[in-house]
């Protein structure tokens, strides 16, 4: 500036790191897995009730096994990070994930994926009934047993692009289909 000095470049605040948690909440009946890295090395989580749900959450390139059968697993602001896990009553979820990996080694009925980009979910041969809603998502693919068993993956795309049309008449309504980008 003309006659003095430049005013002072102001950085912005760097995110505060949590340190990383592991607790059982018995009220809730719920695991708290938390600010997770690679450095804490794989962390354990022992399920010991069914009733007993599992939620992982900021989750950078770290690894979560998850052993024992539980209500749920819900997977939330990871970047990176992979979960391993046997068997969930209800449902496995992502929510605001970054290039994450499951593998679900017994059974999981249903799979939620929510603003979530780069998936890959493997899937028990237990496990082909599951159903799976996506939003807001991309670059998703599913790994499940191929006609030589376990040890004969094939990967499968789960559709992101699909064609509405809409159905006239005295009660409109709009029917979708999976883009032939995806037919094969």
């Given at each position: 500036a003309p006659g003095g000095a430049a005013p002072a470049a102001t950085a912005g605040a760097a995110p505060v790191a949590r340190p990383p948690n592991v607790e059982y909440q018995a009220a809730a009946?719920?695991?708290?897995?938390?600010?997770?890295?690679?450095e804490q090395g794989v962390v354990e989580v022992v399920v010991e009730d069914k009733n007993q749900s599992v939620y992982i959450y900021n989750c950078n390139d770290a690894t979560i096994n998850i052993t024992g059968k539980c209500k749920g697993v819900c997977v939330d602001g990871c970047k990176k990070a992979r979960v391993l896990l046997d068997t969930t009553v209800s449902s496995l979820e992502f929510v605001n994930c970054q290039r994450v990996q499951a593998q679900v080694r017994g059974t999981v009925p249903s799979v939620a994926i929510d603003k979530t980009d780069g998936l890959l979910l493997y899937l028990s041969a237990e496990s082909l009934g599951a159903t799976l809603t996506t939003s807001k998502s991309s670059?998703?693919?599913l790994s499940v047993p191929g006609p030589g068993g376990a040890d004969d993956q094939v990967e499968i795309p789960i559709p992101e692009q699909f064609v509405h049309r809409i159905v006239p008449g005295p009660n409109p309504s709009v029917t979708s289909e999976v883009s032939d980008l995806y037919s094969g």
């Open positions: 009946h719920k695991w708290l897995v938390e600010n997770q890295t690679r670059e998703m693919n």
